[in-house]
């Protein structure tokens, strides 16, 4: 594949594991408004403490699952 090709295909599953990691936060937190919804997902991917650092505040529930 051509470094372009990779890129693209690289986006693809990076889109969608994003995609069903909000499926499974929704599941577990089915009350979060959107915003919550990305605090939580921004959490699982670069940690409680860049979030924390990034925005000033954790996600609403202890409970990030």
Do not use: W
Not at 20 to 25: Q, R, S
Not at 43 to 52: A, E, F, H, I, L
């Amino acid at each position: 594949m051509a470094p372009a090709e990779r890129a693209a295909v690289a986006n693809r599953l990076s889109t969608e594991c994003e995609r069903l990691a909000l499926i499974g936060i929704r599941s577990l937190h089915p009350n979060l408004s959107p915003a919550e919804e990305r605090l939580h997902l921004l959490t699982r991917k670069y940690g409680q403490s860049v979030v924390d650092a990034a925005f000033g505040r954790a996600p609403t529930t202890n409970s990030l699952g």
